[in-house]
Structures are given as structure tokens and as C-alpha cells.
T-cell receptor
């Protein structure tokens, strides 16, 4: 398996607080992604990165920001968490555009 | 926007049976299609990747086919085993992202 780790694995936070999720990969992959998985919706792309400091929005980016200061790390920040952001968040990476994607184990976030 | 549909949503079969999972997509302008397996509470494990120029890929008891013009892919599992029980997801790449179906939940009964 590709070396992708997410932290934390579980988090409960209060509405209105900022939250940062971390994704770390050891594969030197250029592309990294953040998805959320919700019942009935499948996985939906939040943001992706195509290199250090190069990021772009996905289809459900409102309320989220990302940063990538190093190849191996991709951070997802919820500026002010809302209950609608309760979800399972998955990070993925791939060596190039349109190649195989490898996923982390997920972070279960609950906003109360 | 690309829409990916997987039918059926759930499937239960006896051990040893061969089975087919279906995936359809609305925009045939894809770069590749990937099948994943997801166990409860776990991440996604990549099973097979089919490039848009390919018709099928095989790995062990798994065979995935792709008909880009009709917007369809199938995942064939031979001689199913209880350990195959999981949710199977297909995803199509149209550029910088994958679009996912909602999955087929497979139960193989011993």
C-alpha cells in the first residue's frame, strides 16, 4: 500500500471552531486530494493539489481551505466548523494527473 | 457534470458464485476508470485501473471491462469468497479529479 497517513483518525469538535486535518504521504506523489464521503453521495472532491503551493477547488469547496508547503503534506482546514461538515474525510495521492489514486484510512469528523 | 451510477446498491450471493458489478457514467470523455474496495470503517483499496484506451484489466479473480462509448464498466468476480464481502466503488477520471459512484455493497454468504 502507498504510504498515506491521515491525522487525526477521529475528531469531535464544536460548531464554530477551526479544525485542521493532516495528510502525509511518503510516495513523493505530485498530486494530492481531499474528499469527503457522505451516505447517498459517494465521495466528493473538496480540493486538490498539483504541486507545492499549487491547489485548486473541487465541487464541494465552500467552507474549506487547503495548504501544501511540502510535497508530502496536504492540510485541510475548516475555518469555522458547521454541522453539515460532519463527514468522513479521505486524503488521496497519485504520481501524476489521471493515474492511479491511493487513499488514506480516513478521518471521521463530528461537529456538534 | 459527470454522474456515476452503480447498480445494484446491494448484492448478496452464496460462496463460490461468479458475479458482476455494474458502473455507468454519463460523460464518455474520461481518462481512466478505477475500481476500489472499501471495508467498513476503512479507507479505499485500489483493485484495478483501466486506462481509456484499454478494454479490460485482470488481477487474480477480478476482471474489469470498460466500454467508453456506452459509458459502462463491469467488475467480474470469479468464485466469490466470504472475504470478498465489502463495498465496491468505481471512479472515473475526467481530468484533475475522480467522480465516484455510491458503491455496491457485496455480501458473500458462506
Amino acid at each position: 500500500d502507498a504510504g498515506i497517513t491521515q491525522s487525526p483518525r477521529h475528531k469531535v469538535t464544536e460548531t464554530g471552531t477551526p479544525v485542521t486535518l493532516r495528510c502525509h504521504q511518503t510516495e513523493n506523489h505530485r498530486y494530492m486530494y481531499w474528499y469527503r464521503q457522505d451516505p447517498g453521495h459517494g465521495l466528493r472532491l473538496i480540493h486538490y493539489s498539483y504541486g507545492v503551493k499549487d491547489t485548486d477547488k473541487g465541487e464541494v469547496s465552500d467552507g474549506y481551505s487547503v495548504s501544501r508547503s511540502k510535497t508530502e503534506d496536504f492540510l485541510l482546514t475548516l475555518e469555522s466548523a458547521t454541522s453539515s461538515q460532519t463527514s468522513v474525510y479521505f486524503c488521496a495521492s497519485g504520481p501524476a494527473r489521471n493515474t492511479e489514486a491511493f487513499f488514506g484510512q480516513g478521518t471521521r469528523l463530528t461537529v456538534v | 457534470k459527470q454522474e456515476v451510477t452503480q447498480i445494484p446498491a446491494a448484492l448478496s450471493v452464496p460462496e463460490g458464485e461468479n458475479l458482476v458489478l455494474n458502473c455507468s457514467f454519463t460523460d464518455s470523455a474520461i481518462y481512466n476508470l478505477q475500481w476500489f474496495r472499501q471495508d467498513p470503517g476503512k479507507g479505499l483499496t485500489s483493485l484495478l485501473l483501466i486506462q481509456s484506451s484499454q478494454r479490460e484489466q485482470t488481477s487474480g479473480r477480478l476482471n474489469a471491462s470498460l466500454d467508453k462509448s456506452s459509458g459502462r464498466s463491469t467488475l467480474y468476480i470469479a468464485a466469490s469468497q466470504p472475504g470478498d464481502s465489502a463495498t465496491y466503488l468505481c471512479a472515473v477520471s475526467t481530468g484533475n479529479q475522480f467522480y465516484f459512484g455510491t458503491g455496491t455493497s457485496l455480501t458473500v454468504i458462506p
